[in-house]
């Protein structure tokens, strides 16, 4: 196959502009450094600056007073600026193995969600995509649907369908199949029940989203190479879907994994995890050094799966 | 491939030639709708069948219960002596090269055409081979690292064709292979797809619309309409010798004339139009006074400022309407007394002096043509 050489393009020379159009142009320029301007604003107030704060107060001394910190820089008499930097706090973090304890069992809990709502979220997706036009958009409004109640109001039912004299119990010994209540309600148990009920949308919609694109005649492509459904599965849509799985499973993974309210409320005191730990730290001991660098470590952990993800969009957009 | 037997050119008339594929009294209905109605086909092998019609006449949905993708509701399919009924696609001898080609966007083009031959659970030195073979076939050799979205749409093409060939099907079905090309690619494609086919000796059924492909790459093509077949014969016949103003119509233009027999004669037929006589050169045993249509194609039709010489049949006069100047022959529309349009065309083989036209615009103009050249159509 030849290609036609290309032929040499000369740009034609550019219109004089009035000074109209002039202006027009440099207010659409300014208009479009303002609008990207916004967001860096946005996330400089309420990110990054929030950020440094609780980067200052972690690396600070715990002090009995208002704020119960000590300040990070002081001016002495003489003018000289003197830092103090400590980082006791994080040593004190690694060397308690409750704190390690935590971190590790919210990842457990957090990894394991994800996992959960990856099995059951994905056939439900690919349910979605393969229904007709009018059942898929009902399908979808029944995900989004639970969004429209308090994200607090569905826990706390979940409590009443979980607990001792919950629902679940008092239907279960009225059928004759338990004699005892079974203990549901502050367990690890009830809070995988809650993570995994309240992020599954998460895990859904991008999978949705990713599986729409997908071109369905690859599918018959390649039974007609010979290759039977289970194989055309893992060879064909699984890798195809392989970015929608990668940004539900953080959605679901990053905020599962500094989940204060589930735990709280559906894991009692019997689940730690490293938001109640957080909030203990911050509220009830009154450490918010010790908080802050909790926080801290917290982000550092979180930032890594993101970067990884990160990499893979960047990968799966020079491929396209 | 193989030359243990050497294959007729036309096996469709030796006696008690054994059909490669056997579609019996096949039925394709989606509700209430039909797609395919009753069909029954012989295609042999070596073949390459095209099933020419436009879009929803249902040549897609037959060709698509070859591959196993939809089952007949009625009707039998058999390929090689093997009833197809309850073999599904990927138990199937046949390998299908899909319209909008669907490489695997996520392979390269190594490993899009080596994945059927993995299913085999071929030796991967067998594999590398065979890969290696077709993509030379193909002229892609080089391109074996790249992916899909790095090839051009012919490349593409190729691509799909290659994937579909390296198991050496039995029967390779194309769901309009060179649709998403541009014309001269097009062209180019046809005469390789054709030189690839007698290559490698397998059975080809093409679907396409485009009745210039069919022509092109055809043993035999069948016109199908509203899940029928309209027509079934070489490309010479459909062109040459419609059977209906359906095909006539479809198949390149021709000139429509509606008449009535004067006179029915065992080797000619006389017909009376609007037009004045036609006078047709061989018999076609229809009732006298019955309405018939004429067809004519357009280049068959003569051309001249000059009136004849004497009046008879196979004439009209009109004026110049409209010219089509396509470089290498040039339509002209001409309106006869009655205001029909009748397009003829004229090749134009010599490079004109002046730059304009001989004949021009608002000329009157006489038509004449052959007495073999009309076709008679009853329906």
Not at chain 2, 89 to 98: A, S, V
Not at chain 2, 152 to 161: E, I, P
Not at chain 2, 247 to 268: K, T, Y
């Amino acid at each position: 196959m030849t290609e036609t050489s290309a032929l040499a393009v000369v740009d034609p020379a550019p219109p004089r502009l009035g000074a109209v159009s002039q202006l027009a142009r440099r207010m659409q320029a300014g208009w479009r450094s303002i609008v990207i301007f916004i967001p860096y604003v946005w996330l400089f107030v309420f990110f990054l600056l929030p950020f440094f704060i609780v980067a200052k107060i972690s690396v600070a001394e715990l002090k009995m007073a208002s704020p119960p910190y000590t300040d990070l820089i002081k001016w002495a008499e003489d003018g000289i600026m003197t830092i103090r930097i400590t980082f006791e706090n994080f040593t004190y973090i690694f060397e308690d193995d409750l704190y390690s304890k935590t971190y590790i069992n919210s990842l457990k809990i957090s990894s394991i969600s994800t996992i959960l709502c990856l099995l059951i979220g994905y056939p439900i997706a690919y349910g979605i995509i393969r229904s007709g036009p009018v059942a898929r958009r009902l399908l979808l409004f029944a995900i989004i649907l639970p969004f429209w109640t308090s994200f607090l109001l569905r826990v706390y039912a979940w409590m009443g369908l979980l607990a001792d004299r919950g629902t679940i119990n008092n239907v279960l010994i009225w059928l004759g199949l338990i004699d005892e209540p079974i203990r549901m309600l502050y367990s690890e148990f009830a809070v995988y029940i809650g993570i995994v009920y309240t992020y599954l949308p998460f895990m859904i919609l991008p999978l949705y989203a990713n599986m729409e694109k997908l071109d369905a005649t690859l599918n018959e492509v390649a039974a007609d190479l010979g290759s039977r459904p289970m194989n055309t599965f893992f060879k064909v849509t699984l890798p195809l879907t392989m970015p929608g799985i990668i940004a539900g499973s953080l959605l679901v993974f990053i905020p599962a994994t500094g989940e204060y309210v589930i735990p709280d409320l559906l894991g009692g005191g019997n689940v730690l995890m490293i938001g109640r730990l957080l909030f203990n730290e911050f509220n009830q001991n009154v450490d918010w050094p010790t908080a802050s660098a909790v926080a801290i470590v917290l982000l550092f952990l979180l930032v890594l799966p993101m970067t990884i993800y990160q990499y893979y969009q960047g990968k799966a957009m020079e491929d396209q | 491939m193989t030359g243990e037997q050497t294959l007729s050119d036309t096996p469709w008339l030796e006696q008690g030639a054994e059909p490669f594929i056997k579609i019996r009294g096949v039925t394709k209905k989606f509700g209430e709708f039909t797609a395919v109605d009753n069909i029954d086909l012989d295609i042999y092998q070596g073949e390459l069948f095209c099933l020419l019609g436009g879009s929803g006449c249902g040549k897609s949905t037959l060709l698509r219960m070859l591959s196993g993708f939809e089952t007949p509701t009625s009707g039998s399919i058999t390929i090689d002596g093997m009833d197809m009924s309850n073999v599904p696609p990927y138990e199937r001898p046949t390998n299908m090269m899909f319209q909008s080609y669907a490489l695997f966007p996520h392979m390269t083009v190594e490993k899009n055409v080596a994945f059927g031959l993995k299913q085999d659970k071929i030796p991967v030195a067998e594999i590398n081979d065979r890969v290696h073979d077709i993509l030379t076939l193909v002229e892609l050799q080089d391109y074996k690292k790249r992916k899909p979205q790095q090839l051009s749409g012919g490349q593409k093409q190729r691509v799909a064709l290659a994937r579909a060939l390296v198991k050496q099907p039995k029967l390779l079905l194309l769901d309009e292979p060179l649709a998403a090309l541009d014309k001269k690619l097009r062209e180019q494609t046809q005469f390789e797809l054709m030189n690839i086919q007698e290559k490698v000796g397998i059975t080809f059924v093409v679907v396409t619309h485009d009745q210039e492909e069919a022509m092109t790459l055809s043993t035999r093509i069948a016109v199908m309409n509203d899940g029928e077949f309209m027509q079934l014969g070489t490309p010479t016949e459909i062109y040459e010798f419609p059977e209906s103003r359906f095909v006539a119509d479809f198949i390149g233009s021709a000139n429509m004339l509606e008449g009535r027999i004067v006179e029915d004669g065992p080797d000619h037929v006389r017909v009376k139009t609007d037009l004045g006589e036609v006078f047709i050169d061989h018999g076609q045993s229809v009732k006298e006074g019955s309405r018939v249509w004429i067809a004519i194609r357009p280049e068959k039709m003569h051309l001249s400022k000059e009136p004849p010489l004497k009046p008879g049949p196979n004439q009209a006069f009109g004026m110049v309407d409209d010219i089509g100047y396509l470089g290498d022959i040039s339509i002209y529309k001409i309106r006869l007394e009655n205001n029909q349009i009748i397009d003829v065309t004229a090749p134009n083989q010599i490079r004109p002096k002046s730059r304009t036209h001989t004949i021009t615009w608002e000329e009157k103009v006489y038509l004449h043509w052959q007495a073999s050249s009309a076709v008679l159509l009853t329906k």
